[in-house]
């Protein structure tokens, strides 16, 4: 049975950072694309940051412009799981965030399959 964990979610301060880590059970990370989503009340589902399925040629990665520069996404293989690390962080960064998994495009939000429940990230102004 599959089951993605979302975890490092938290209150910072506007210009803070922290790591999320999106931990997986029953399917092997590295042999998926996983995307970091966010929702804030009110809004859409957003993909905020992806990374593609590991290669011979390696990974790839996406980026939704507001978060350039600032998120970085990387896999830890060894420990099956995914970070975001998010630095520089802003007001408008808090929402739910939660991480999926995917055999198709990993840009393509309704290619994902399996979601995590989600772990806040609230920024203070």
């Known amino acids: 049975q599959v089951h993605l964990a979302e975890s490092g979610g938290g209150l910072v301060q506007t210009g803070g950072s922290l790591r999320l880590s999106c931990d997986a059970t029953?399917?092997?990370?590295?042999?998926?694309?996983v995307g970091w989503f966010r929702r804030a009340p009110g809004k859409e589902r957003e993909l905020v940051a992806a990374i593609s399925v590991v290669t011979a040629s390696g990974t790839r990665t996406y980026y939704t412009d507001s978060v350039k520069g600032r998120f970085t996404i990387s896999r830890d293989n060894a420990k099956n799981t995914v970070y975001l690390q998010m630095n520089s962080l802003k007001p408008e960064d808090t929402a739910n965030y939660y991480c999926?998994?995917?055999?198709?495009?990993?840009?393509?939000?309704?290619?994902?399959?399996?979601w995590g429940q989600g772990t806040q990230v609230t920024v203070s102004s």
């Open positions: 999926a998994t995917t055999r198709g495009t990993f840009t393509r939000t309704y290619d994902y399959d399996y």
């Open positions: 029953g399917r092997t990370l590295n042999t998926y694309g």
